[in-house]
């Protein structure tokens, strides 16, 4: 890591700190002022913005229009605010990534998402915005306690994607310093192979993906795995409460989770009272929105939510859609102090609601937190409700013995009435593995059932 991105970060982190202290007030000032900053740069820097919000400059953030991946996309040249960006050289530059920390046009760092939901969304960082980034990671082990960071050795294993475009990628290649030891492990190998490099590493902090800490606890608990970290952190995927408490069962300790996404970097994270996730109201605004962009009261899962990058210059996201749907907490205050918000839980992507045809006639969408409900008393390693033509799918690894599926299916079929639907044919299947994706991810909840994709499977 270049000594530049060090101090920028290291100055960052320590006014990250100050604002753990600030009042609500203070914060609530500090994010209109930088709200402010982001449109003027914008309107004058993006010929795009200057047409997106057109008439708009004076209103408030609620009224301006909502941002997806594929306005990003279509509008990408126009919409940097260095015109000598384009999304062509962008391209072609992400084709020559060999996993170190490559700089396109010397300046940006470049990493795309992985498109499992439509267009792949590429984005770009200058070495103020990428120092934000790095910061806003730090700021998780920083709230967990972990205490180390830049500047103490603390070894770190890292079971994520290492594919080189993926932003954790990009990140584990900026911080790769002898001050931070780090065992990058790719979430996609085989599961002795990084038990293994895991057993001979002995990392102090583990970072996963939140399906794979699962599979850690359960290997380290069948005696496998053999490591004593002090902080375990799940991200990327929903966190069941099961993976939470087998992960406390083997480790000694609760886990913390980390929400991110490669257009914000960190957005919430737990303290160390584990009260929810805090979201990082300083660097990202965050509203919580139903289908309708309206925002949710307490207690309620969104539809999606809309970020805007405080932060964000070359690519300025205001009111950005990602479908995550999560809950803002009916109790927003924590004891330790912060002023920021807290979240309480993410049941995953608007893509994980799966929609039966209901009982009373027309259809009933069941919310991925029923599936959750279910899922989280099978004492297995893990799992993935499929839906397919014929009916559902469940696959379970690592299920511990005397475990009957049918009961599985019984308690499947009873929560599935209870909202409504009519129940199609339910499988259990057990598998040595939950197929990953190639970021090296298990979803828990697929559906095969577009029409077209029906279309397709049927002879
Ligand atoms: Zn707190």
Not at 238 to 254: D, L, S, Y
Not at 256 to 262: D, L, Q, R
Not at 360 to 386: C, E, L, N, T, Y
């Amino acid at each position: 890591m270049s000594a530049q991105i060090i101090l920028k970060v290291l100055a960052l982190r320590h006014r990250l700190r100050q604002r753990d202290r600030w009042t609500r007030r203070q914060l609530e000032e500090h994010q209109r002022r930088e709200l402010r900053l982001l449109r003027e740069h914008s309107y004058a820097r993006s010929p795009f913005y200057g047409r997106f919000h057109k008439g708009l400059a004076d209103r408030p953030l609620s009224d301006l229009p909502i941002l997806t991946k594929e306005t990003v996309m279509e509008h990408f040249d126009e919409l940097v605010t260095d015109p000598t960006v384009r999304l062509a050289d962008v391209e072609a530059h992400l084709t020559t990534l060999s996993g170190g920390d490559e700089l396109f046009g010397e300046r940006y760092r470049v990493a795309s998402t992985s498109g499992s939901t439509g267009r792949r969304g590429l984005f770009l960082w200058d070495p103020d915005e990428w120092g934000a980034v790095l910061a806003s990671y730090n700021r998780s082990f920083d709230w967990a306690g972990v205490g180390a960071g830049l500047t103490r050795r603390t070894r770190m294993a890292v079971v994520s994607s290492t594919t080189p475009w993926h932003q954790s990628a990009r990140v584990g290649a900026s911080v790769h310093s002898p001050w931070v030891p780090t065992l990058r492990l790719d979430s996609g190998d085989p599961l002795e192979s990084i038990v293994e490099g895991l057993n001979g590493f002995r990392p102090r902090v583990l970072v996963a993906y939140a399906s794979m800490a699962h599979l850690l606890a359960e290997e380290q608990l069948a005696g496998h795995l053999r490591i004593s970290p002090g902080f375990v952190f799940g991200s990327s995927e929903v966190f069941t409460e099961q993976a939470r408490r087998r992960a406390e069962e083997a480790w000694g300790e609760k886990p913390f989770e980390v929400y991110a996404a490669t257009e914000t970097a960190g957005i919430a994270s737990e303290c160390d009272l584990h009260r929810g996730m805090h979201l990082f109201e300083d660097l990202l605004i965050t509203e919580v929105v139903d289908e309708k962009n309206r925002p949710v009261p307490p207690g309620v899962y969104g539809e999606k939510v809309l970020v805007t990058v405080l932060f964000s210059r070359t690519m300025p996201l205001i009111r950005y859609e990602m479908s995550d749907s999560v809950r803002p907490a009916t109790s927003p205050h924590c004891p330790c102090g912060r002023p920021f918000a807290l979240i309480d839980g993410i049941q995953g992507r608007a893509e994980d609601v799966l929609r039966f045809a209901a009982a009373s006639g027309g259809q009933v969408s069941v919310q991925p937190i029923v599936f959750h409900r279910v899922m989280d008393a099978v004492p297995a390693g893990g799992w993935q409700v499929a839906q397919g033509p014929d009916g559902l799918t469940v696959l379970l690894s690592g299920v511990r013995e005397g475990f009957a599926d049918a009961y599985l299916v019984d308690s499947l079929r009873r929560e599935l009435e209870a909202q409504g639907a009519l129940v199609p044919p339910v499988k259990v299947r057990r598998v040595p593995n939950i197929p990953r994706t190639t970021a090296g991810k298990a979803p828990l909840i697929k559906s095969y059932v577009p029409a077209a994709e029906v279309l397709r499977r049927k002879p």
